[in-house]
């Protein structure tokens, strides 16, 4: 019944200020329209609307990524404008926080300005 309709992807924030510049500067979103109820930015053609929020309940798990051709690349490239790849213990990581999974996809995760985690992925059809 969905399957020829678009997916609109969600986020919250308390603080849109912060949100903005994150997604828009940070990660280079473009700003679609900032509304009293949600900040919304095209991410390649996916409507993200980061909602307007007066306190979020950041979720354990990832609740938004991007599939990637160079998780590497990616990685570094936002970790020169400021973002901080998340490290967990029971993982082995390498030094830029990327690790491989089982199935061979490489996956790195941060957080947004409100803890939401969000991840990036590199699948490994993608450089095998």
């Known amino acids: 019944m969905l399957a020829t309709s ?10 849109p200020v912060a949100a903005k510049r994150f997604y828009g500067d940070v990660l280079g979103l473009k700003l679609i329209e900032d509304s009293p109820f949600a ?7 996916i409507t993200l609307r980061v909602t307007k929020v007066q306190e ?3 979720a354990p798990y990832t609740i938004l990524g ?7 690349r990616n990685v570094r490239d936002l970790s020169a404008r400021g973002v901080v ?10 030094a830029a926080g990327i690790w491989i999974s089982p199935d061979g996809a490489r996956i790195a995760w941060f957080k947004d300005p409100d803890g939401n985690t969000l991840s990036l992925v590199q699948w490994r059809r993608q450089f095998t």
């Open 66 to 72: 991007w599939n990637v051709d160079d998780i590497a």
């Open 39 to 45: 900040i919304v930015f095209d991410a390649n053609g």
């Open 85 to 94: 790849f998340e490290r967990y213990l029971q993982l082995k990581q390498d």
């Open 56 to 58: 979020v309940a950041a």
């Open 6 to 15: 678009d997916v609109v992807a969600f986020a919250p924030t308390a603080d």
